[in-house]
């Protein structure tokens, strides 16, 4: 049996289904291009600026986590910057041996210099499909509806998604800030993405508690639950999630940083490991949770004492979780259980 090291964890293939392009990016990029567009930043220095968008420790809330998103959309307008930082990511990820990766934006934040929302799919598509054609990762695209702006908006964003199906994008998704901005406000959208048999997946139960993740699957059939940290508080509602395999999509760092956790060890990421719910493991933002896949998975490992079967298993939901069709899903399921059976266990 192999002792699992962060090298170790580093070597083996992994998923990252919870990603946001808008918070994944290199802080000596956003420099480079803050400095071509003239846009504003709080200091240019690289070292600072990674500093200053990283959460160092907590944030008060959600909200607060979220403001840091303003810096790095404010280079995110153009054609060329959208295809670079979506190359970029998929890039560093392929390193991390993410071998597929699911990255989600709202393209309806990046239209603030007058790009058409086709223009902006167009050019993170472009990106990522140029990192496929250079590195060992392949990956999908999921378009995020946004919970604090209208509902008209999200249906809008649903039927962006509808038209790009098959074409690189393959779910719908809504974030942005969970308190006082219920899903279900959102039905119409979500319903547009089910009835064009297009995936999807809620942030829910991240700010706010289980009455979140149960509009996200009864009003919204969310096919999977982003962060759904607050579903232990609902025994009922966490055994139907459990019977009917629906992955919850965990990102730990981030949970402690936005203070959906008091800390890493009071996560119920053990609990619902071993009650055997599908649980992936995520980065959300690797640029402002300061994380990658390696770090989340040793940060699980060292935190719950997981074992290199239970590390498997954790890594295998991500491969049974990914919104690929059954076969494609099948092939790449199989590839990964061959190579953790080589090097984990
Ligand atoms: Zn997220």
């Given at each position: 049996?192999?002792?699992?090291?962060r090298e170790?964890i580093a070597?083996?293939?992994?998923t990252d289904?919870?990603?946001h392009l808008?918070?994944?990016l290199r802080p000596?990029?956003?420099?480079?291009l803050?400095?071509k567009?003239?846009?504003y930043l709080p200091t240019?220095?690289?070292?600072?600026?990674?500093?200053?968008?990283?959460v160092?420790?907590k944030?008060?809330?959600l909200?607060?986590?979220l403001?840091?998103f303003?810096?790095t959309l404010?280079?995110m307008?153009?054609v060329?910057?959208l295809?670079?930082?979506?190359?970029?990511?998929?890039?560093d990820?392929?390193?991390?041996?993410v071998?597929?990766?699911?990255?989600r934006?709202s393209?309806i934040?990046?239209?603030?210099?007058?790009?058409?929302l086709?223009?902006?799919v167009?050019?993170v598509?472009?990106?990522?499909?140029?990192?496929?054609?250079h590195?060992?990762?392949?990956?999908?695209?999921?378009?995020?509806?946004?919970?604090?702006?209208n509902?008209?908006?999200?249906?809008?964003?649903?039927?962006l998604a509808?038209k790009?199906?098959?074409k690189?994008?393959?779910?719908?998704d809504?974030a942005?800030?969970?308190?006082?901005f219920p899903?279900k406000?959102?039905?119409?959208?979500?319903?547009?993405?089910?009835n064009?048999?297009?995936?999807t997946?809620l942030?829910?139960?991240?700010?706010?508690g289980?009455?979140?993740i149960?509009?996200?699957i009864?009003?919204?059939?969310?096919?999977?639950?982003?962060?759904?940290?607050?579903?232990?508080e609902?025994d009922d509602?966490?055994?139907?999630?459990r019977?009917h395999?629906?992955p919850?999509?965990?990102?730990?760092?981030?949970?402690v940083q936005?203070?959906?956790?008091?800390s890493i060890?009071s996560?119920?990421?053990?609990?619902?490991?071993?009650?055997q719910?599908r649980?992936?493991?995520?980065?959300?933002?690797?640029l402002i949770?300061?994380?990658?896949?390696?770090?989340?998975?040793?940060?699980?490992?060292?935190?719950?004492?997981?074992?290199?079967e239970q590390?498997?298993k954790?890594?295998l939901?991500?491969?049974k979780?990914?919104?690929?069709?059954f076969?494609e899903?099948?092939e790449?399921?199989?590839?990964?259980k061959a190579?953790?059976?080589?090097?984990?266990?």
């Amino acid at each position: 049996m192999a002792e699992i090291t962060r090298e170790l964890i580093a070597k083996l293939p992994k998923t990252d289904l919870h990603i946001h392009l808008d918070g994944s990016l290199r802080p000596a990029t956003i420099v480079e291009l803050a400095k071509k567009h003239n846009a504003y930043l709080p200091t240019y220095d690289v070292a600072e600026l990674g500093e200053y968008l990283t959460v160092q420790g907590k944030v008060d809330n959600l909200e607060r986590y979220l403001e840091k998103f303003d810096i790095t959309l404010s280079v995110m307008q153009d054609v060329e910057s959208l295809r670079r930082t979506a190359f970029e990511l998929a890039e560093d990820a392929a390193k991390d041996n993410v071998r597929y990766m699911e990255v989600r934006y709202s393209p309806i934040l990046h239209q603030k210099a007058g790009l058409e929302l086709e223009e902006i799919v167009d050019a993170v598509l472009a990106g990522l499909r140029e990192a496929e054609d250079h590195f060992n990762i392949r990956t999908g695209v999921i378009i995020c509806g946004i919970r604090s702006i209208n509902p008209q908006t999200s249906l809008l964003l649903a039927e962006l998604a509808v038209k790009y199906k098959g074409k690189g994008v393959v779910a719908f998704d809504l974030a942005g800030a969970e308190y006082n901005f219920p899903a279900k406000d959102h039905v119409k959208a979500f319903y547009q993405a089910r009835n064009n048999n297009i995936n999807t997946t809620l942030h829910a139960g991240e700010a706010f508690g289980p009455a979140s993740i149960h509009q996200a699957i009864h009003y919204c059939g969310a096919h999977r639950i982003g962060h759904g940290t607050r579903l232990i508080e609902d025994d009922d509602l966490l055994n139907y999630v459990r019977d009917h395999r629906i992955p919850l999509e965990i990102c730990l760092l981030s949970n402690v940083q936005t203070q959906s956790v008091p800390s890493i060890e009071s996560h119920p990421f053990k609990t619902y490991l071993d009650k055997q719910l599908r649980i992936t493991l995520n980065t959300d933002n690797t640029l402002i949770s300061g994380t990658t896949m390696t770090n989340e998975l040793d940060l699980a490992t060292q935190t719950f004492d997981l074992s290199p079967e239970q590390l498997c298993k954790v890594i295998l939901n991500g491969f049974k979780s990914v919104f690929l069709p059954f076969d494609e899903k099948v092939e790449i399921y199989q590839k990964a259980k061959a190579e953790l059976k080589q090097l984990l266990v």
